[in-house]
C-alpha cells in the first residue's frame, strides 16, 4: 500500500502538480482504490458465502440453514472483512489529513456497530423463524423473546456508538444517562411497559398463541395470532383483528379459554323462562296421562305410589289438591328435562349435569340447564345445545305450562 501511495504521489509531482495538490490528488486515487478493492472482495465474498450456504442447505436434513439463508445471516456476515480492510486502510489513504482520517475512522466504527446490530437481528430473526417451526412452542411468545434481546442489543449498540461519536467514556456516558432517566422513562413508558408485561405473561403463562381469549374492554373475541413486545394481535371471529397493548393484559381483566379447550366438556349453561301462572298441581288423571311419558314414566309410578302412601299414613284430607303431598307439572317437567339431558348422545356423562329451579323473576320462573356437552368444537357445541332445547321447547304443552314472552301485536287482536 506505501509503495502505491508513493507512485501516486511520485507521478503527480511529476508532471508538475504542486505538493498540496499532489497531496489532495494522491489522497482522492487511494480512496477510488481501497473503494474498488472493497467492492470487489465483498462482492467476491458475498457470492462465496451465499453459494456455500445454500449448497450446504440443500443437502442437509435440518431447515435451519435454510432460514439462516432466508434471513440474510451469510450475506451480512460477508461484509465484515471488507470493513476490516477499510478500516486498515484509513490511515494510509488519509495520512497527510488527520482530520478527515479521524472522522472517518469514527464513521466506520460506527458503521461496524451498525453491521453487528444487522448481523444480530438476522440472527435473531432466524432463531424465532426457527423456533416456530418446533410445534411444542407454536404457542410460546416467542416474538416477545427476540424482541427484548433485540432491545438490549440496539441498546448496547447505541451507547457504544454515542461513545464513539463524542470521545466520551462508557461510563461517563451511562453516569449521564441516569441523570435523564426520568425523560427516559416518560419516552418509552410503553415500550418499558410491554417489556415487564412481557416477562410476566410468559412466567405466568397468562396467553399463548392460539388460545381464544376474550377482552370485552378491546372488543375481542378470537383467537390470539401474535404476541410481541407491544401489543397482543386477536383474530376474531369474524376475521377482524384486534390489537391489545401487551401490558393490557396484566393490568385489566380478560378471559381466556383454554381451560375450556383442554378439558373434556364445554359449558350449557342456558334457562326456560316459565310463565309462573301456569304452574300447578297434578291431578291423578292427569299424572296417569303423563306415564306414557316413557322417560320419566318409571318416576312417576314410583313417586306417586309414594305420595299415596304418605297421604294414606297421615290421613290426609285430598278433597283440595292443596292438601298433603302432590306432584307439581314443574316438578314433573324439571325431572324429564333432567332425565332427556342425561340421556342425550351429546353430553359429557362424566361431568357435572344439573336441571335447576332458579328463583323467580319478573319475567317467569329460570329453569336452567347446567351440563357439558361432549364436543367441544364451536359449530357441534352450538348444534347439540339447539338440539336439546328445540326438543324441550316443543315438550312445554305436554306438561300444561307456558313459555314467558313478551307481548306483541297479535296478542292485541279482536
Known sequence: MNRITHWFYNYFLSIGITEIAAKYLNMLALLLVVLIVVFIIDFILRRVLLNVFSSFAERSKSNFDDILVKNKVPRNIAHIIPLIVA???TTTVFFDFPGAENAVEKALKVFSIMLALWIARSVLNTLKDFFKTIPRLNDKPIDSYIQVFMIFVWVAGFILAFAI????????FMTGLGAISAVIILVFKDTILGFVA????SINDMVRIGDWITFEKYGADGDVVEINLATVKVQNFDKTITTIPTYALISDSFKNWRGMTNSDGRRIKRALLIKQNS??????DKVEALQNIGLISDYLQSQQEKIVASNFEYNIDKTKLLNGRNLTNIGVFRKYIDAYVNQHTGINKDMMIMVRQLPPTTQGLPIEIYAFSADKR??????IMADIFDHILAAVPYFELEIFEFPNSTNFKV
Open 198 to 201: 412481557s416477562i410476566q405473561v
Open 378 to 383: 364451536w359449530e357441534n357445541y352450538e348444534y
Open 279 to 284: 304452574i300447578k298441581y297434578l291431578t291423578p
Open 165 to 172: 461519536i463524542t470521545d466520551m467514556s462508557v461510563w461517563k
Open 87 to 89: 478500516l486498515k486502510a
